[in-house]
């Protein structure tokens, strides 16, 4: 599933569970972008992570919405590019997913990431390179940036070097 | 040759929710022929287990879905065989801790003895 | 279009004013004066049999019909009318599978000729319920029988409503939850892959915050187990619900503990199990309540959490906070606090956040992270400190409404095997289902004084 180069010994070594994508199996879900969000993906296609921001009340907000949950606007709105930095503040690991194209690399991390931008916005990640259920919780953590079934790509994140 | 078929419940056993194929006389037959037989549902193991008292049959094992690699290394078998109906809870997994799948009807139509 | 008095009006959802969101609203002004006086419950199936009185819409007329009956009325007195018109349980009828046209046709049919089956409007069952004479007012409580409930004793209250039905149905098809539709595609459209890319089951943002609870104050998963068998064990005793019906097992803590996980650290008996099941109630004003058939159980407040988390799922901190604040509102507008409880019974559909819900209302004094080891004493109906009575979800399968339906029969006391007996039923609070977003209400065997 996880779309980054790792050398295939450490990924054993790692943990029997993880294993690299081969052949596209196991990719994410292409994705479509739409109104509302394809600044988003767009900005993803480019290696850059931006989230929406109310320029009103100078809060970011994640998912992206059509008006500002703080003060209800809807022109104050715009996109603000990230440091793409953060910290891991939790994570599940999923056994029994409802995506049919991930269910082959069933069990897999997914981590909730805070943006060192501003700790209340969250991005879901699978950390590719990090062994199952083996979560370094509070390591800082770096995005990058995976290709999809349909080639856009979509922010993912990994652990910074030295922080295991 | 010795072998091992675990039988999933729902959708595969007629007791099952909703009911399978495969009758309980099916699971007592291949019992008395030798073969090693048990459950391995998502039904909580102490329900699996009481079901089998009901029926009388002696099984020699009744787990949880994810527990069937645990089941190989517990019985040693020439085989072993898994029976479901679901491609995602019972062939994967089954595959993956290498047993045999068959579903019921390819059960049914195999011949056993 | 409703049969309303003999004429036509559309139904609506409720207006958001309808729901008690603010803290600081003093006492409810209809405190104890709109009563429960009727319960009526269908049958509970795993999924639709594709015959026309187990559809959804079958099976809801069955609720109705059995609602009225209980509480003696005579079915042209009922002019009120509130319900969820969703009724899925996540399943939806496939695109291009033909219509079940024999189902749809065995009964008054509207506009939408899956109304009735994968969904429920009032003008499907006003078509359907010739009964139903002196229908006034319909209303929409879209999302659970929580949020119906809120509107129906708001509508009493304000007078919109003199005898009113309360109605929930739940419609389930083949097929895995949620394993269809857009999950099996090859793309989603951009707003849901921002959640939904990452395969995330149902039960994952309770999951994670099940994991940071436990860190936060030292829990693990397996001391959640005395809760799931003493929940499946109330819920053995709830002749309504699924398991009861269908398959009376119980779940011991080995099968707890042996259970596959879905979500780490949230395993497959922390979920609920989809079911096809309706339930109505008749609700009235106190003053007519006092002079029908069942002894009646008066509504002192109804209240709502409308919070919206910052980003993608709640944090432990933004769950606590609300929880903490929904049992201000509740107290607060029943003019009751956590000490006048005779029983709990918070939502459990997923039975990893049960423990927030009670907290937050500090049921007998419990403080944040303590609900674990309360766990581990008598929890249940015979003991002094009953968790969760109905059984809820994780006993009796997912309705969103056995909860309610319990609190009224404790209260009456027909409650059966499931009575509660080491308290005296006086005072309960039901409601969910999110920690963070829900409709909760406080019921009472006497309206207050």
């Known amino acids: 599933m996880q779309c980054v180069a790792v050398d295939p010994i450490t990924v054993v070594a790692f943990n029997a569970s993880f294993r690299l994508e081969d052949n596209g199996e196991g990719m994410k879900q292409g994705v479509d972008p739409d109104d509302l969000t394809r600044p988003f993906w767009e900005a993803a296609n480019l290696d850059r992570l931006v989230i929406q921001n109310c320029t009103r009340c100078d809060r970011l907000q994640h998912p992206p919405a059509r008006t500002c949950h703080q003060c209800g606007s809807d022109g104050a709105l715009a996109w603000k590019e990230m440091s793409g930095r953060g910290r891991i503040y939790n994570y599940g690991v ?11 690399d069933q069990p897999f991390n997914v981590a909730v990431i805070m943006l060192n931008d501003d700790p209340g916005i969250q991005m879901y990640s699978h950390l590719p390179g990090t062994p199952v259920d083996d979560i370094p919780i509070g390591a800082d953590v770096e995005v990058v940036f995976e290709a999809t079934a349909n080639g856009q790509k979509v922010p993912e994140w990994r652990v910074v070097a030295g922080e295991r | 040759m010795r072998a091992l078929i675990s039988f999933d419940i729902d959708g595969t056993l007629e007791e099952g929710d909703p009911p399978g194929i495969l009758t309980i006389d099916f699971v007592r037959e291949t019992k008395q022929d030798g073969f090693l037989v048990g459950s391995c549902s998502d039904r909580p193991i102490s329900a699996q287990r009481a079901m089998w008292e009901r029926h009388g049959i ?49 059960a049914l139509a195999k011949p056993w003895g | 279009m409703a049969r309303c008095g003999g004429g036509a009006v559309s139904t609506s959802p409720a207006p958001a004013s309808v729901y008690r969101v603010k803290e600081g609203l003093g006492l409810w002004e209809h405190r104890g004066k709109v009563a429960a006086v009727g319960i009526g419950h269908s049958p509970t199936f795993r999924r639709w049999d594709g015959t026309p ?22 079915p042209a007195d009922v002019d009120g009318l509130v319900m969820d018109p969703s009724t899925t349980t996540g399943a939806f009828w496939p695109r291009g599978k033909p219509l079940p046209w024999d189902s749809i046709n065995a009964y008054n049919r509207t506009d939408d000729p899956l109304d009735g089956i994968t969904g429920l409007s009032a003008d499907w069952i006003l078509a359907n319920s010739a009964e139903l004479t002196g229908i006034e007012f319909t209303s929409y409580g879209v999302g659970c029988m929580s949020n119906a409930i809120c509107v129906a004793a708001q509508a009493i209250g304000d007078g919109r409503a003199h005898t009113c039905l309360v109605l929930k149905s739940w419609h389930n098809l083949e097929g895995r939850y949620y394993q269809g539709g857009a999950n099996a595609g090859n793309a989603i459209p951009g707003s849901s892959a921002i959640r939904s890319l990452w395969g995330t089951p149902a039960c994952f943002g309770t999951a994670v915050q099940f994991a940071e609870y436990c860190r936060k104050y030292g829990k693990t998963h397996d001391m959640m187990a005395p ?12 002749p309504e619900g699924y398991w009861a019906q269908h398959r009376p097992e119980e779940i011991t803590p080995e099968d707890y503990e042996a259970a596959r996980w879905i979500a780490k650290p949230a395993n497959l008996f922390d979920n609920d ?15 007519r309540a006092r002079h029908l058939k069942q002894q009646p159980v008066y509504i002192l407040n109804h209240a709502t959490s409308r919070t919206r988390p910052r980003s993608l799922t709640p944090t432990l901190d933004e769950v606590e906070a609300d929880t903490a604040r929904t049992a201000r509102k509740i107290y607060e507008g029943a003019g009751i606090t956590a000490n006048d409880l005779s029983f709990e019974n918070m939502y459990d559909g997923f039975a ?43 006993g009796c399968g997912r309705s969103r409404f056995w909860m309610h339906t319990d609190c009224i029969q404790q209260i009456q006391q027909r409650a059966g095997a499931r009575q509660v007996t080491g308290v005296k039923p006086e005072i309960a609070v039901s409601g969910g289902p999110m920690p963070v977003g829900g409709n909760y209400m406080v019921w009472s065997a006497t309206p207050g004084s």
Not at chain 1, 94 to 104: A, N, S, T, Y
Not at chain 3, 273 to 287: E, K, Q, R
Request: with cysteine; hydrophobic share 40%; glycine share 8%.
């Open chain 2, 58 to 106: 002696d099984v020699d094992f009744a787990v949880s879905k994810h527990m069937l690699a645990d089941v190989k290394s517990r019985f040693t078998a020439d085989v072993y065989y898994h029976i479901g109906d679901r491609e995602d809870l019972d062939k994967r997994p089954a595959e993956q801790a290498g047993f045999e799948f068959l579903w019921p009807h390819e």
């Open chain 3, 273 to 287: 199990l989809p079911i096809m099941v309706s339930a109505a109630y008749l609700f009235t004003t106190a003053d």
């Open chain 1, 94 to 104: 999923v056994h029994d997913c409802p995506i049919r194209l991930l269910q082959e």
């Open chain 3, 227 to 238: 809760f799931i068998e003493n929940s499946r064990q109330n819920g053995l005793k709830f």
């Open chain 3, 352 to 394: 990893l956040f049960h423990q927030f819900h009670i907290e937050g209302l500090g049921y007998r004094g419990l403080k944040f992270g303590e609900a674990l080891d309360f766990y581990q004493t008598d929890i249940s109906i015979s003991g002094p400190n009953p968790v969760s009575p109905s059984g809820g979800n994780i």
């Open chain 3, 53 to 74: 009185e187990n559809s959804v819409g079958g099976i809801s007329l069955e609720a109705l019909r059995r609602a009225i009956d209980d509480a003696g009325v005579n």
